[in-house]
């Protein structure tokens, strides 16, 4: 399964982005999409996740209320959008797969990633 994602960009403190990922073929019930963001110098850190099956979503607490993940089950898409970005959130976001649960926020439990796109937000 090849991921690839797409719409990162630059924005100002306050504003908003929306991220995309499309897989090569059709995720399972039971496969969940996620994203996770790397910023310089620090670790991969989980931001969001869903179950493509029921459409469970789950988010880590920096970003609850801000971002929203979905899905578009027609393109084999999940989206991320963020609103209300801080130049926290500065960082290359990837998305991810796995079969299981989302709520697994462990890098080396996500079996397929795409490539980084940048998001910086300035203040």
């Known amino acids: 399964v090849q991921l690839q994602a797409s719409g990162g960009g630059s924005v100002q403190a306050g504003g908003s982005l929306r991220l995309s990922c499309v897989a090569s073929?059709?995720?399972?019930?039971?496969?969940?999409m996620g994203w996770f963001r790397q910023a310089p110098g620090n670790e991969y850190e989980f931001v969001a996740a869903?179950?493509?099956?029921?459409?469970?979503?789950y988010y880590a607490d920096s970003v609850k209320g801000r971002f929203t993940t979905s899905k578009e089950s027609a393109k084999n898409a999940v989206h991320l959008q963020m609103n209300s970005l801080k130049p926290e959130d500065t960082a290359l976001y990837y998305c991810?797969?796995?079969?299981?649960?989302?709520?697994?926020?462990?890098?080396?439990?996500?079996?397929?990633w795409g490539q980084g796109t940048l998001v910086t937000v300035s203040s």
């Open positions: 991810a797969r796995r079969v299981g649960s989302p709520r697994v926020t462990g890098r080396a439990d996500w079996s397929n």
């Open positions: 073929g059709r995720p399972f019930s039971s496969t969940a």
């Open positions: 869903m179950n493509w099956g029921d459409g469970r979503t």
